[in-house]
């Protein structure tokens, strides 16, 4: 397991803990082989019944690693970021996130596929997909819109502006905002709170939930073609190529 993702199991709680304070936590190829080989491994341990995802320092997660976007863009459903977004949108025990600082891109739509999701009072999420030439990802097409309405959603894709905590729990992507310094200990104690619930209660549950919301992986994967298609396109070279060369892109040549 890379140093860059962290896990400890305590109480039966798994804490996984995003850890790349030098790239504001941005997940590479093998951060997301990490992530998803936790999710997966939890399902069938029965020494833990929830997992708590956060990240170190000022971040979440910034999102993609966009060098690894520009130098090794996922060809297929077999990459490492496919493998992470399969796992935790088929993960079987709960989810909890403590969103810690920005969360970008997979750092907004991942919690999408958490159960329970808290934030920092300073928190920043955004979408920025658009602005990056490419495609909204982990399903976000189709749940963002089932969350909060296609006017909402499509000003968060849209736009792809940064937005605060108190908007994130506004819309529904967040349960509840607390003080910086509480973020981890109020987390912590809703997790133990999942832990001491009848486990099968709960993991049926979990799965009742998701099948009545009929989200399925094929859109998930529909979204993931158009994606990967997209981070070939100049648009996004161009956005990419603007991000590490550290200038704003310039996409008035596009049609
Ligand atoms: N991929 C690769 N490197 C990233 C990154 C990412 N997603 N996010 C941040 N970094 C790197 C920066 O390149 C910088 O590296 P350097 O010190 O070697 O130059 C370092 O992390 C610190 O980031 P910096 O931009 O200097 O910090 P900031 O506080 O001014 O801004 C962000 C932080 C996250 C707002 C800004 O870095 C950003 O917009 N990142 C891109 C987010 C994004 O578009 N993600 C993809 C979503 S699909």
């Keep these: 397991m890379t140093s860059h993702i962290l896990t400890e199991t305590k109480e039966q709680i798994l804490t996984i803990t995003i850890n790349r304070l030098e790239k504001k936590n941005a997940l590479t190829r093998a951060m997301y082989a990490a992530l998803a080989e936790a999710i997966n491994q939890a399902n069938d341990d029965p020494g833990v019944r929830v997992l708590l995802i956060t990240g170190s320092g000022d971040s979440f997660t910034s999102g993609n690693d966009i060098m690894d976007f520009l130098q090794q863009p996922p060809t297929d459903e077999t990459t490492p970021v496919s493998h992470f977004l399969q796992a935790i949108a088929t993960a079987q025990k709960c989810l909890v996130a403590a969103v810690n600082g920005l969360a970008i891109g997979v750092g907004t739509t991942m919690l999408l596929h958490c159960d329970l999701v808290y934030a920092a009072a300073s928190a920043r999420l955004q979408l920025p997909f658009v602005n990056l030439g490419v495609v909204p990802e982990a399903g976000s097409s189709y749940l963002l819109p089932r969350l909060m309405g296609?006017?909402?959603?499509?000003?968060?894709?849209?736009?792809?502006?940064?937005?605060?905590?108190?908007?994130?729990?506004?819309?529904?992507?967040?349960?509840?905002?607390?003080?910086?310094?509480?973020?981890?200990?109020?987390?912590?104690?809703?997790?133990?709170?999942?832990?001491?619930?009848?486990?099968?209660?709960?993991?049926?549950?979990?799965?009742?939930?998701?099948?009545?919301?009929?989200?399925?992986?094929?859109?998930?994967?529909?979204?993931?073609?158009?994606?990967?298609?997209?981070?070939?396109?100049?648009?996004?070279?161009?956005a990419f190529t603007a991000f590490m060369e550290r200038r704003p892109p310039d996409f008035s040549q596009f049609s």
């Excluded at 000003?155 to 905590?165: I, R, T, V, Y």
């Excluded at 799965?207 to 529909?222: P, V």
């Design 150 to 238: 296609h006017q909402r959603a499509a000003e968060l894709l849209m736009l792809g502006e940064p937005f605060s905590a108190a908007k994130g729990q506004e819309v529904g992507i967040i349960n509840e905002v607390v003080a910086d310094e509480a973020l981890l200990p109020h987390a912590w104690g809703v997790a133990q709170k999942l832990a001491a619930k009848p486990p099968a209660a709960l993991r049926l549950t979990k799965a009742l939930l998701r099948e009545n919301g009929r989200f399925t992986l094929e859109a998930m994967q529909r979204e993931g073609a158009h994606f990967r298609d997209r981070l070939q396109s100049p648009e996004a070279i161009e």
